[in-house]
C-alpha cells in the first residue's frame, strides 16, 4: 500500500513546512503549499488523498476554497487548520463537506488519527 | 459666652453636604443628614406650633384680664348700691321725719328724743339727731353730747345744706374719736318763708362692713376716699381714716372705671372706682395681688405641660421618621453602590477578556510554529540514535513542548471565556446537571475522601441555560473546593428558588476559605492560590463569564477556616403562555 497523499495548505510557511516534513517521517507523503492558488496547481498535477487546510488565507476566501475542491474533487477529504477563536469557520466547513477540523497548535498524534481516519473513508468510497 | 461653636453648629446642621467617598465620611454625612432633617422637621413643625399657642396665649390672658376686670366693676358695683342705698335710706328718713313734724313739735327735747330712740330702732347705726334753725342754731339735739345751743352758722356744711337742701359730709372724728358722717336735710316752712335742718350724724361702721363684700385678697384694699383724696374708711394697706391718699387723677364721674395703673416701683395693679350719689364719697379698689388671674395661672401651667408634651411628641416623631428614612437613603445608595461596582467589574472582566482574546490569538500562530518546530526537531532526534547529546535535546525539546501544551491551555481557556456562544439555550433541571456533575467526579471524591452531600429542592422550576457550560462551571466550582479541602472534608450543595425568578445553587465546602483581599480578585484572570503548577488562574474567571452569560449571577462568600460558599443564580424559563 503506497503512502497516504497529505497536502498541505496554510500561509504559515513555517508552521506548514515543519508539519509537513513530521508527517512525511511518520510515513506520510506529506507536501507544504502557502496559498490557495499552489494548493489548487497542486491538486491538478497530483491530487493527495488528504488535504489539511487552513480557512483563514489571504486571497480567496478559505471556505471558497473549501467549496471549489469539494466540488472538482468530491473524493479528496479535507481537514481543517483551523486557528483559535475561529471554530465557527471550522462548522461551517464542516457543513460544507469537511471531514473534521483541528486547532492550531495541534498534538501530531491526534492529527495522524484523523489523518488515517480521512484515508479510510475516501477508500471506503 | 463663646457663640461661634454653636453658630458652627448650627451651620452644620442647617446645610447638607453633598456626597463625597469613604465609608467612615458617608457615616458621617448619613449623622449630618439625619441632624439636619430633624432640625428642619422639628422648625418647620414646631415654629408654627408654638407661634400658635403663644397667640392663643396671648389672646387667652387678655381674656382671662379682661374677665377679672368684669368682675371687679360688678363687685364695686354692688357695693356702690348697697352704700348708696344706706346713704339714701338715711337721708328718706330724715326727710319722712322732717316732712311729718312741725319746727315746733322737734324742738321739743322729749319728742325729738322719743323719736330719735325709734329712729335708732328702725335705721340703727344714727349716733345722735339735732333740729337746727335758720340761723345755724342747734335748737334741740339728742345724742351721747351735750350740742344743744351749739352755734353752726360759720360751718361749711350749714352753707351746703342750706343751698343743696340736703347734705351729706365727710367723715369725721367725734367727741369719742370714732369715725362718723352727718345727713342734714333742709326743710322749708312754706307759710312763714324761713327754714330749718335736721341733721343726723350716722356711724362709719355700717359702711365698713359694705366695703368687705368685695372679694378681695390681703394684698388688696377697698376704701371710700372724699374727692380731695381724705380716706373717709380705714384701709388695709393705704392708712387710717382721714390720712391722704394719692389719688390717681380720676377722669370718670359715672359708672364703674377700672385702671390698670403701676406703683412707684413699677408693679402692675388694678384701680377701680365708683362715686357715690349724693355725696363727695369715691369707692376704690386697690388690687394687687392679681387673685383675680390666678385661674389664669392655673391654667397656664396646664397650657405649658400641654406644649411640652405635644412639642416632646413631635421630636420624638422627627426623629423616628428621619431614622427611617435616613435608613432607607443608605440601603437605597449601598444598593446602588454595589450594583455599581458589580458591573463596574463585570465590565473590567469583559474588556481583560476581549483583550486576553486578541493576545491569545495573536500568539497562537507563533506557538503552533513552536510546536511544530520543536515536534520536527523531537522526531529527527528520535531517529538519530548517535546523537551523543540526544537525550539532553530530547529534555529540552520536552520542555519546549510541555510548554506550548501549557501555553495553548491558557490561550484556549481565555478565548473561551471572550468567545460568543452559538449555542441555543435549552431547558433544563438544575439538580440533573449537578447530579451528573456529582457523578463524574465520584471517582474523584472517594479518592480524597470528600463527603459530598445533595440538598436538592424538590419541585424547581426549570431554567433556560446550556448543559455543557453549566457542567462546565460546577465542575470548576467543585474542584476548587476539593483542591480547598484535606482528606474528610464535605461539600454541601444545596439547591432551592431564591425568588419566583431566579433558582439558585449553592456550593459549600469545609475547606481553609479566603480572605478578604483572596475574595477580591477570585474571578480576576490569572489569579490563582493554587500555583503555577496546578491551576491557570482562568477557572472562575471563565466561570464568571460563562454564568453572566446565561443570564444569571455568581456570588462568593467565605471565611478563612471556616469554608467557602459559591452561589450560582439562573433565571428561570418563562413559559410562553399557550394560546387555548
New interface residues.
Partial sequence: MSATKVLLVDD?A??AS??A??LQ??GYDAKAVYSADEGFESISRDAPDVILMDLNMPGIKGIEALKTVKLVHPAIEVIILS???S??TATEGLRNGAFDYV????E?EDLVIKIDQAKEKKDRK | MKLRPFIDFLKSVITFRPMDTGADFAEMRYKGLKRTLVFWMSVLTIVPLLVLFTASYYWLQALFHEESRHELAWDIENAKNQIEYFVDVKISALRFLASGHRYDQLSDQQLLARIFAAFKREFGAVVDLGLIDKHGIQQSYTGPYNLQGKDYANQEWFHKAVTRGIYVSDVFLGYRRLPHFAIAVKQDEPDTDTFWILRATIDMETLNRLLSSIKLDDADDAFIISRSGTLQTSSQHHGDVLEQYAVPALLRQRGITILDLKDDAGRPYVFGYAFIKDTSWILSVVEKSGTRTKIAAVFRAEYFAVIAVIVFLILLAAFRMVHVMVNWIRESEEKREEVLREVEHATKLASIGRLA?GV??EI??P???????A??MK??LM?SENNVDREKFLRSVNGILDS?KRA?TI??QL?GF??RM?VTPEVLDINDVLTEVVGFLQKETLFRDVQVKQNLGADLPRVKSNRGRLQQVFLNIINNAMDAMEAGGRIEIITDLKDKSTVRARIRDSGRGMDAQTLKHIFDPFFTTKGMTKGTGLGLFISYGIIKKLGGNILVQSEVDKGTTFTVELPVDQPVPTIA
Fill in positions: 504559515e513555517e508552521f515543519a508539519l516534513e513530521r517521517m511518520r486557528g483559535l477563536g471554530e465557527e486547532v492550531k497548535p495541534v501530531i | 482574546a491569545s490569538h497562537n500562530n506557538l503552533a510554529i513552536i510546536n511544530e518546530k515536534g520536527l522526531d529527527i531517529l506550548v495553548r490561550t484556549h478565548l471572550a468567545r452559538d
